[in-house]
């Protein structure tokens, strides 16, 4: 049986996420593990963009700020479930997996986007290449048609 000490759902605040999240929530509860919420933040020159979302013309500190107070709000509806958040700057393949490894998760339960084609050439697949080199299983869960966040 997979016994689960710690998981990490790397966020990017989009409906696939919220969707995902509940369901590392539910794993863990059942495994009584802890939950780390992870968001990063891609640093483009002196503007800061997340990942999934428009650019904003916030000076730094005042976008992490919001994005602090965005990944707070990130919270299990079961009080059991303790989840610690984690806000970093950097590549999201290479952040999530160096927390996942720092961290010592035994899993990763990541929302995918399910783009395909040239929509996932052009944009690259974040899921895919945390698949590819994670050092634990990674649960990519792609939200229903009718799920609205």
Same mark, same amino acid.
């Given at each position: 049986?997979?016994?689960?000490?710690?998981?990490?759902?790397?966020?990017?605040f989009s409906g696939h996420s919220k969707y995902a999240f509940r369901l590392a929530?539910?794993? *863990?509860?059942?495994?009584? *593990? %802890?939950?780390? +919420?992870?968001?990063?933040?891609?640093?483009?020159?002196?503007?800061?963009?997340?990942?999934?979302?428009?650019?904003?013309?916030?000076?730094?500190?005042?976008?992490?700020?919001?994005?602090?107070?965005?990944? &707070?709000? +990130?919270?299990? *509806?079961?009080?059991?479930?303790? +989840?610690?958040? %984690?806000?970093?700057?950097?590549?999201p393949v290479a952040e999530i997996l160096r927390v996942a490894k720092e961290s010592?998760?035994? !899993?990763?339960?990541?929302?995918?986007?399910?783009?395909?084609?040239?929509?996932?050439?052009? !944009?690259?697949?974040?899921?895919?290449?945390?698949?590819? &080199?994670?050092?634990?299983?990674?649960?990519?869960? &792609? *939200?229903?048609?009718?799920?609205?966040?």
């Amino acid at each position: 049986m997979l016994h689960l000490n710690a998981i990490l759902h790397p966020t990017d605040f989009s409906g696939h996420s919220k969707y995902a999240f509940r369901l590392a929530c539910s794993l *863990a509860r059942d495994h009584d *593990a %802890r939950l780390i +919420v992870l968001h990063v933040v891609t640093t483009l020159g002196a503007e800061l963009v997340p990942v999934g979302e428009a650019a904003t013309h916030l000076q730094p500190e005042g976008y992490r700020h919001i994005l602090w107070d965005d990944l &707070k709000r +990130v919270q299990s *509806a079961d009080p059991t479930v303790s +989840v610690d958040h %984690r806000l970093v700057e950097g590549d999201p393949v290479a952040e999530i997996l160096r927390v996942a490894k720092e961290s010592a998760c035994d !899993m990763i339960v990541l929302g995918t986007h399910g783009r395909t084609g040239l929509e996932r050439l052009l !944009m690259g697949s974040v899921a895919e290449q945390v698949v590819r &080199k994670a050092p634990c299983p990674v649960l990519t869960v &792609k *939200a229903p048609q009718s799920f609205s966040g």
